[in-house]
């Protein structure tokens, strides 16, 4: 099974200069209980904006098209096609974790969504792709608790594929 794991504001956006536009440990949370039931996937420039990688207890297969790249303890896919074939041998969700390109070539092929709708309007130059939400069911939304260290209103949503 693929699923995207990602949060993005009003207007799509999920990032800027190389991070986050935001500062919301609630999500940070979120996003390590679900990848933890799963492996992950992202792009070059997503791995290398995490600070210590690879995401621990979780296999990290990272994406690019320079066929030298190395990083520890990561696994480097060059084409979408090994990509999928790693996925089906996969007895666990292998989660996608972004950014937008990696998003993109995977559009397709997602089964299951986490999204994290954060509901202000954020200054960014990275961009979710448009998905057709037609082709999935919401199976649950809970918002999340704000305090000081989360100030900004955020929806934790999970949708399921109906349709291709
Ligand atoms: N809000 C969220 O949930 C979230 C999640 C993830 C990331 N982000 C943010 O998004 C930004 C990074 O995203 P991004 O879209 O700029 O970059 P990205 O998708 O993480 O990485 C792009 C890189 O992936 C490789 N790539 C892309 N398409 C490929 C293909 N078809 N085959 C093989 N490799 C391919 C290329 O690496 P090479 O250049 O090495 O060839 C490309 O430069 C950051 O600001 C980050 O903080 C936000």
């Known amino acids: 099974m693929i699923t995207f794991v990602w949060a993005e504001d009003e207007n799509g956006v999920i990032g800027l200069n190389g991070e986050l536009p935001w500062s919301l440990p609630n999500d940070m ?68 974790i972004g950014g937008a390109d990696i998003f993109n070539l995977f559009i397709d092929d997602v089964d299951k969504l986490y999204r994290t709708l954060i509901h202000e309007k954020f200054q960014g130059d990275t961009y979710m792709p448009e998905i057709n939400y037609n082709n999935f069911k919401m199976i649950e939304s809970r918002e999340g608790l704000l305090d000081e260290k989360n100030r900004h209103a955020h929806t934790f949503q999970i949708f399921e594929r109906i349709a291709k």
């Open 29 to 96: 949370k979120f996003f390590k209980e679900v990848t933890l039931t799963g492996n992950v996937l992202m792009g070059r420039k997503t791995l290398e904006s995490i600070p210590n990688p690879p995401l621990k207890n979780r296999i990290n297969v990272v994406m690019t098209r320079d066929d030298t790249y190395e990083a520890d303890e990561v696994i480097v896919m060059n084409d979408r096609e090994s990509v999928l074939i790693l996925a089906e041998s996969m007895d666990k969700p292998l989660h996608i």
